[in-house]
Nanobody
Framework: QVQLVESGGGLVQAGDSLRLSCIAS????????GGWFRQAPGKEREFVAA????????YYTDSVKGRFAISRDNAKNTVYLQMNSLKPEDTAVYYC????????????????????WGQGTQVTVSS
């Protein structure tokens, strides 16, 4: 059974940095994508970033490009999200997710592309 455990959230000020970690257990991942999504109060869960577990190719939503960086450590079965220059609008619960690559090649950016989810970690950015 696959389990994803996130850590690294917290309360920071605007302009600060945080690094989220997601440790995956229960199987090895090859033709998979690791993703980060977030959900702010009263809003739907949205895509933030994703990475092809094998090739390391990354994808980002426009609002975090240049500020966030997703990476993975295959040996540790861990996906990271480095968040720099944080803004109050980044405040949300951040969820780690893993899913199969689309057609064995493409990284999904929608919730339906991911079938394993973590419990979420709160990130709060004060102004």
């Amino acid at each position: 059974q696959v389990q994803l455990v996130e850590s690294g959230g917290g309360l920071v000020q605007a302009g600060d940095s945080l690094r989220l970690s997601c440790i995956a257990s229960g199987r090895t991942f090859s033709r998979h994508a690791g993703g980060w999504f977030r959900q702010a109060p009263g809003k739907e869960r949205e895509f933030v970033a994703a990475i092809n577990w094998s090739t390391g190719t990354t994808y980002y939503t426009d609002s975090v490009k240049g500020r966030f960086a997703i990476s993975r450590d295959n040996a540790k079965n861990t996906v990271y999200l480095q968040m720099n220059s944080l803004k109050p609008e980044d405040t949300a619960v951040y969820y780690c997710a893993v899913g199969l690559l689309i057609s064995g090649v493409y990284v999904g950016t929608e919730l339906r592309h991911y079938n394993y989810w973590g419990q979420g970690t709160q990130v709060t950015v004060s102004s």
